[in-house]
């Protein structure tokens, strides 16, 4: 199936503002209002309490997180409040007991704490019995109830100890380090391919069959027939396979780029190396500071908060890069440069995440969490927010303060200098090539023969100033009234 733009992109960009908004429309489309102030209800959210561990798992400790990455389309969550599934988007943390499903369109990616990756196609279905840790290491256990996933472990030094399998029926599947691999969950059959490494399927009775690259393990997920093995010659969905592969050399090259091999927190450092870097700041040092972001953005300026049983509210960034910031380090206002910017130290945040936010110069860095009995999520939005888009022509245009929000992951090379141009005009337009049309799967209209063309084939996009009103934002006001739309009951029940 193809895939428009519009879910690989645009909705993806604006997914907090659509599930706040409790509306099928674009919400980029809609005007920008007059900013509204964060919700005046204050109270710290309760401390983290672990869960109790299952009866199968009583020596793992269910202390994790892991993180929803990407969101493209409709995608849902389950949390465990009240409310079941709802609208999910990028940086939701997922905690053991969770649901993940896609929908029709809908496509999502999680990301593990070593940057191993789970990515979800439209109409799946996956849980998550087990995140935990013990002695060994990371426990993962996920379970595919339906649908289609793919599994990129991570490579080299940057692999977590522990284990990683994934549960089909009655068969379970364990990965070999550095794995690469398709799940299908057909009727009545499902079926597995192997890209890299090594994947053993093994059912109740003790018997077990290993597959190495390039195989592929067909098996009745209800049945205790054994599994047959054969040579790959099914590649199922190109799309879906492309899709895969490119974000898999995606958080390849960017985890090399980072250095972050030795953290037992590397995920989320892969986007903040496509999203912005790091500079030197007179009397604060070196920050981290998103690109297309001017001296006004503020970190704290738009989000929401999500209400975790047993948690409280945890403040979720909608930035494709807002996730290690908001759990680890600190933000912190510049006096030299008037700018914020992000500094790593301390230890890690999970759901409470409050400590990661602190005030500077007297100025809040953040809002204040919402009270017990409020909405299960409560957005935020004290500035109006700003998004990139695609616009035509084979054009994308760049909007100051969009901080990377609508910008497309790995589809862009040159960041830092677009950025420049827009954070000074308001906005940059850079023309899209063909191969970048494609790792967008974004529409593409190929210019009629010209010399002019065959001579820039390949060559870096141009730039150009466009007006900030290129694009509209969505609107403030509603994001402030979305408590009225978003699930209740959620933050007074346990």
């Given at each position: ?15 907090i ?17 007059s900013?509204?102030p ?9 401390a983290?309490?672990?869960?109790s ?16 990455s ?6 849902r969550l ?23 499903q896609?929908l ?7 990301e ?18 087990v995140?935990?840790r ?5 426990v993962?256990?996920?379970k595919?109830?339906?649908?289609s ?9 940057s692999?977590a ?5 994934i ?13 690469h691999?398709?799940l ?8 597995l ?36 093995m ?5 590649q199922?969905?190109a799309?879906?396979?492309k ?12 985890a090399?780029?980072m ?11 892969n986007?903040?190396?496509y ?28 989000g929401?908060w ?40 301390g230890?890690w945040?999970?759901l409470?995440?409050?400590q ?5 110069n007297?100025r ?6 919402p ?36 910008v ?8 830092g200098?677009?950025?420049?141009t ?24 190929r ?26 934002t ?9 408590a009225?739309?978003?699930?209740s ?6």
């Open positions: 199936m193809k895939i428009p733009w519009f879910a690989m992109a645009a909705r993806a960009a604006v997914a503002p659509l599930v706040l908004l409790g509306s099928a429309c674009i919400a980029q489309d809609a005007p920008a209002s900013t509204t964060a919700p005046a209800a204050q109270q710290t959210a309760p983290q309490v672990e869960p561990a299952s009866s199968n798992t009583v020596n793992v400790s269910q202390v994790r997180i892991v993180r929803l990407q969101v493209q389309g409709e995608v389950d949390r465990k409040t009240d409310q079941k599934f709802e609208l999910a988007f990028v940086n939701l943390p997922i905690v053991a007991g969770a649901g993940l896609t029709a369109g809908g496509l999502a990616e999680v593990f704490e070593d940057n191993s990756s789970l990515r979800l196609t439209p109409n799946s279905l996956v849980e998550f019995p995140l935990g013990d002695a060994s290491g990371t993962t256990t996920v595919l109830v339906s649908g996933l793919y599994v990129s472990l991570a490579e080299g030094k692999a100890p522990g284990s990683f399998t549960l089909a029926g009655n068969k379970t599947i364990t990965l070999a380090p550095s794995s691999f398709r299908d969950m057909t009727s009545p059959t499902a079926k391919v192997v890209f890299k490494g090594e994947v053993t399927v093994a059912d109740g009775s003790g018997s077990a069959i290993t597959a190495p690259k390039k195989w592929t393990v067909t098996f009745d997920p209800n049945s205790s027939e054994a599994p047959v054969a040579r790959n010659e099914s199922g969905s799309e879906f396979d899709w895969d592969k490119n974000e898999t050399e995606y958080h390849q090259v960017r090399a780029a250095g972050f091999a030795n953290s037992p927190y590397a995920y989320g450092t986007d903040l190396s999203y912005g870097s790091f500079s030197s700041f007179d009397g604060c040092g070196t920050m981290w500071r998103p690109y297309l972001a001017s001296a006004a953005w503020s970190p704290y300026g738009s929401v999500s209400w975790y049983p047993g948690a409280g509210y945890s403040w979720v960034s909608p930035y494709p890069w807002g996730w290690t910031p908001y759990h680890s380090g600190s933000w912190m206002l510049c006096p030299s440069s008037g700018m914020w910017g992000w500094q790593p130290s230890g945040s999970g409470n995440n409050l990661a936010l602190r005030s500077t007297g809040p860095s953040q809002p204040a969490p009270r017990r009995g409020e909405p299960t999520l409560v957005g935020v939005n004290i500035k109006s927010l700003a998004v990139s888009r695609a616009g035509t022509n084979n054009a994308f245009v760049f909007v100051r303060d969009s901080a990377g929000l609508g497309p992951r790995g589809v862009f090379n040159n960041l200098k677009v950025s420049q827009a954070v000074e005009r308001g906005a940059a337009t850079s023309m899209v090539s063909e191969g970048q049309a494609q790792r967008a799967m974004m529409p593409y209209s210019p009629a023969a010209s010399p002019s063309y065959a001579e820039s084939a390949g060559h870096a996009p141009s730039y150009s100033s466009a007006p900030s009103s290129s694009m509209s969505p609107s403030s006001s509603a994001m402030s009234s979305s009225s739309h978003a699930s009951g959620g933050g007074g029940h346990h």
